[in-house]
């Protein structure tokens, strides 16, 4: 059984104008232990896919369809107080920005303690080693007196650190980090990515990992994911959709990825922009920027096929887009 299921996940926009769909019937499910990339655009419905999966949603923002299961068990119909029990203990998250998830008040000693007493059955001075053995693991350097040290007394790298260990803290089943180092010095974002991970596996944490860089998702997941105005248009292996992207979406986005010994000095592009909920064409939402289409992409949404073990993709014109990537 998969330990996170997400089947036919539909999220609107109530509007002056009637409800938007942001996000139309988005299935994936996530192992035990297994690191999920979640990829798009801005825009593409990543984030509320997140936040719908952690019941953080907010009006005018709800779920219209489908279900969230963790370990089998329903989450989404769930009552505030359900939910509350639930996150930080069993589903955590990690950010973009450290210090909107930081208190600037309190030492991070205190909020690691505080959160670790909330969930773990520990007195002070468990919770107060506890923290510091978080803070060694995830490579703060002198603990002892990082630990009353406040949120701004840090760098921005040793903030999402903290972070982690937050998030790990209670020993959570699954860990969802929405961008968790766009908001960091390149240098220091191979360091973090590499530590979530490393974290993750050694605590059992599944990880979702909601980003719009696919060579980060390449570095750390297992499987991604690809979005694309709120539909789900491709999912595999890691090595399977970036060795051989088979929605011509996919292959775009895979196209913009800088590569250092490329001959091309300039990046390919993806012509226009995705639609806005309420603006999405009938048919393939990506019709109008493919270069493949036909009129079929713009008679009815493709349904996903398999074209690989474990790889499927929603495409019309999956005979054009067999082999490598360019």
């Known amino acids: 059984m998969a330990l996170l299921e997400v089947e036919d996940l539909s999220i609107l926009f109530d509007s002056r104008n009637g409800p938007l769909l942001a996000v139309d019937r988005v299935s994936f499910a996530i192992a035990r232990g297994e690191v999920l990339g979640l990829v798009g655009e801005s825009g593409a419905g990543k984030s509320l896919t997140g936040l719908a999966i952690l019941g953080l949603l907010e009006p005018p923002a709800r779920i219209a369809g489908g279900a969230i299961r963790l370990e089998g068990h329903r989450i989404d119909n ?47 001075r468990a919770a107060r080693a506890r923290a510091l053995a978080l803070l060694r693991e995830v ?12 949120p701004h007394e840090l760098s921005g790298g040793m903030r999402q650190r903290v972070v982690i260990a937050l998030a790990l803290c209670a020993e959570p089943l699954l860990v969802v980090a929405d961008e968790p180092t766009s908001a960091l010095d390149v240098s220091i974002q191979a360091q973090i990515l590499g530590l979530l991970k ?29 979005l694309y105005a709120g539909r789900l248009v491709e ?19 895979l196209a913009a990825v800088p590569r250092l010994h490329a001959e091309r000095r300039r990046l390919a592009a993806i012509e226009g922009a995705m639609p806005r909920p309420g603006a999405v064409p009938p048919g393939c939402a990506f019709h109008p920027r493919c270069p493949l289409a036909l009129a ?31």
Request: charged residues 25%.
């Open 296 to 326: 079929p992409c713009r008679a009815a949404p493709p349904p996903l096929h398999a074209v690989g073990e474990g790889h499927d993709a929603a495409c019309f014109r999956l005979e054009a887009t067999a082999g490598a990537c360019p």
């Open 198 to 226: 490393k974290s993750c596996r050694e605590h059992g944490a599944a990880v979702l990992l909601i980003t719009h860089d696919l060579a980060v998702v390449g570095e750390i997941a297992d499987r991604v994911a690809v």
């Open 235 to 253: 999912i595999g292996p890691v090595e399977a959709v970036l060795s051989d992207p088979r929605h011509p979406y996919t292959r775009g986005l």
């Open 139 to 150: 490579g703060i350097p002198d603990p002892e007196r990082r630990i009353d040290a406040y």
């Open 78 to 124: 769930l009552p505030e107080r359900a939910l509350r029990a639930i996150r930080g203990r069993k589903i955590a998250a990690i950010f973009q920005d450290p210090m909107t998830a930081l208190n600037p008040l309190l030492t991070i000693g205190r909020q690691l303690e505080e959160t670790i007493r909330v969930h773990l059955p520990l007195d002070r």
